[in-house]
């Protein structure tokens, strides 16, 4: 267990509305990360961050904004939901500098009407 | 078209029967792993693969790392229902970032 929570777990929203998503971990990991699951798509990296305000984008960015002012949490926002973003969220952090093994929180699923 | 190739996309099998799943890509990996997810919950890692022709067993489940480093293999033997789940490839990918296959969601009928 590597001590992740997200909340909420479970979120309708309407499409149009901001919307909040929060990565929450407990042993000060470096590397945070949030990908999203889709059917057909497996995991797709939206964005990670590296430290405290050092973010970066993944493959997925587009209508997604992070921010990270502690080392504890892991915000993503969806500025202006729209229903494509309808989704399951996952936050996944990484151990020390063994960045390509990464420990998953249990997911937000996210819907957008 | 994906990075990781995973094949196949789905697969139900009886109790006691035996089955590999692939992972394929075109690219060459420094390392790749193998994640299980159930329903509701987060994937966790089974294996981590790093040299070429590498096979680490666990348990049941066999983890064969392709010679060329461009594949990986996933066998299991005498499947139980506890093994259905969705299994997932993945591999890193400039510097800290991990690209997924697809998955290979299996179920295991008793």
């Known amino acids: 267990d590597a001590g992740i929570t997200q909340s909420p777990r479970h979120k309708v929203t309407e499409t149009g509305t901001p919307v909040t998503l929060r990565c929450h971990q407990t042993?000060?990991?470096?590397?945070m990360y949030w990908y999203r699951q889709d059917p057909g798509h497996g995991l797709r990296l939206i964005h990670y961050?590296?430290?405290?305000?050092?973010?970066d984008k993944g493959e997925v960015s587009d209508g997604y904004s992070v921010s990270r002012s502690k080392t504890e949490d892991f915000l993503l926002t969806l500025e202006s939901a729209t229903s494509s973003q309808t989704s399951v969220y996952f936050c996944?952090?990484?151990?020390?500098?063994?960045?390509?093994?990464?420990?998953f929180g249990p997911g937000t699923r996210l819907t957008v009407l | 078209t994906q990075l990781l190739e995973q094949s196949p996309q789905f697969l139900s099998i009886q109790e006691g029967e035996n089955l590999t799943v692939y992972c394929n890509s075109s690219s060459v990996f420094s390392s790749l792993q193998w994640y299980r997810q159930e329903p509701g919950e987060g994937p966790v890692l089974l294996v981590t693969?790093?040299?070429?022709?590498e096979v680490k067993k666990l348990k049941r489940l066999t983890f064969q790392f392709g010679d060329a480093r461009k594949d990986s293999s996933l066998h299991i033997t005498a499947a139980q229902p506890g093994d259905t789940g969705l299994y997932l490839c993945a591999g890193p990918r400039y510097g800290n970032k991990l690209v997924f296959g697809a998955g290979t969601i299996l179920r295991v009928k008793s």
């Open positions: 693969v790093v040299t070429g022709g």
């Open positions: 996944a952090i990484s151990v020390g500098t063994v960045t390509d093994t990464q420990y």
């Open positions: 042993e000060n990991h470096r590397y």
């Open positions: 961050s590296y430290g405290v305000k050092d973010t």
